[in-house]
């Protein structure tokens, strides 16, 4: 169990530029999330998947922002023609079904100038 | 509608003892979560409670109160390290059992 781990740790981009996250979970959860923090605030979810299916997509998210999992495993984040505000940190974090404990990953800081 | 409530930032002394309060409204309860965080490092889970009462884990306690929307979370025999943010959320099943988060709490341990 290496725990959940992300890529890059840090993101520079400028404005317009798309930009790609990758998540990988503990190996045996099912369920995987991803949520965006920005300072002083607690993670505001963004999606989440059980296995390969995107089960829920906050009304929140603009449509520039994609995710998928494609084998039920990795997760990738993708965010296209990124803006300023989308600056924060990006947290992903997985969990068994049956458990309701959700295990974070360290995060990918996006900064867009 | 939504919300949960937490102290912006907390302030104590090494080796003293600090409680950390939360309250939330939420259509929905299914458990309550505190998460500690330091500062760029990803959230670590501290304690997961569903029924009322107070859950102990060696330094740390978590209470709930379904009745009054209210917990806390206890830190004894305070240590530098305890220094960090720390998160109540609160899983709602009308929101398909996802997690509501406060915006933390800063709690600052002074020598």
């Known amino acids: 169990d290496t725990g959940v781990s992300q890529d890059p740790r840090h993101k520079i981009t400028k404005r317009g530029q798309n930009v790609t996250f990758r998540c990988d979970p503990i190996?045996?959860?099912?369920?995987l999330y991803w949520y965006r923090q920005t300072l002083g605030q607690g993670p505001e979810f963004l999606t989440y998947f059980q296995n390969e299916a995107q089960l829920e997509k906050s009304r929140l998210l603009s449509d520039r922002f994609s995710a998928e999992r494609p084998k039920g495993s990795f997760s990738t984040l993708e965010i296209q023609r990124t803006e300023q505000g989308d600056s924060a940190m990006y947290l992903c974090?997985?969990?068994?079904?049956?458990?309701?404990?959700?295990?974070f990953g360290a995060g990918t800081r996006l900064s867009v100038l | 509608g939504q919300n949960i409530d937490q102290p912006t930032e907390m302030t104590a002394t090494e080796g003293a003892i600090v409680q950390i309060n939360c309250t939330y409204q939420t259509s929905g309860f299914n458990g309550l979560f505190w998460y500690q965080q330091h500062a760029g490092e990803a959230p670590t889970f501290l304690s997961y409670?569903?029924l009322d009462g107070l859950e102990e884990k060696g330094r740390f306690s978590s209470f709930l109160s379904r009745s009054k929307g209210y917990s806390y979370l206890l830190l004894k025999e305070l240590q530098m390290k305890d220094s960090a943010s720390y998160l109540c959320a609160v899983r709602d099943s009308y929101s398909n059992y996802q997690l509501i988060w406060g915006a933390g709490t800063k709690l600052i341990i002074k020598p």
């Open positions: 974090a997985s969990s068994l079904v049956r458990e309701n404990i959700q295990y």
């Open positions: 190996s045996e959860h099912n369920r």
């Open positions: 409670n569903v």
